[in-house]
C-alpha cells in the first residue's frame, strides 16, 4: 500500500483510506488558501466594489433616491468601479454594484435604484 500525506503539511497520513489532511487546522488552512483570491489587486477591487455597495445601499433605504454626486463622492464612492450596466430602451445606462445600482442625470445628481430580481 502506498504511504499517504497530508495535502497542507505533507505529514504521513494513519487511518481512513480517503483521508486527506491530518488535523482540522491543516485542512481549514487549504481551503482556506484554494479560496483565496490570487492576487492583492483582486483584494482591491472587491474591497472598492463592497464600499461603493455599501454606500449605494444606505443611501437608498425605498429602493428609489435621488441623490447628489457630491454625497457620493463626499462618501468615498468610487465611480470607475461596478459590477455590470444595464441599458434601457431608452438608451439610459444604469451602472450596478451587484443589486444597487445607479443613473448619471443631466445635474450631477444621480438616480438610486435596487433590482431586486438579483436577490436570492
Given at each position: 500500500m502506498k504511504e499517504r500525506h497530508c495535502l497542507e503539511c505533507g505529514e504521513t497520513?494513519?487511518?481512513r483510506i480517503d483521508q486527506r489532511f491530518c488535523s482540522d487546522q491543516c485542512r481549514t488552512t487549504y481551503h482556506n488558501r484554494q479560496k483565496a483570491?490570487?492576487?492583492?489587486?483582486?483584494?482591491?477591487v472587491n474591497g472598492v466594489?463592497?464600499?461603493?455597495y455599501r454606500i449605494l445601499r444606505a443611501l437608498n433605504p425605498t429602493d428609489k433616491t435621488r441623490i447628489s454626486g457630491d454625497v457620493?463622492?463626499?462618501k468615498g464612492f468610487n465611480?470607475?468601479?461596478?459590477?455590470h450596466q444595464h441599458?434601457?430602451?431608452?438608451?439610459?445606462?444604469?451602472?450596478?454594484?451587484?443589486?444597487?445600482?445607479?443613473?448619471?442625470?443631466d445635474d450631477d445628481s444621480y438616480a438610486l435604484v435596487t433590482n431586486h430580481s438579483f436577490r436570492t
Open positions: 497520513l494513519h487511518g483570491p490570487p492576487s492583492e489587486l483582486f483584494r482591491q466594489l463592497r464600499k461603493n457620493l463622492r463626499t465611480f470607475h468601479y461596478f459590477t441599458r434601457t430602451q431608452r438608451g439610459d445606462v444604469y451602472y450596478f454594484c451587484y443589486e444597487q445600482g445607479y443613473l448619471p442625470l
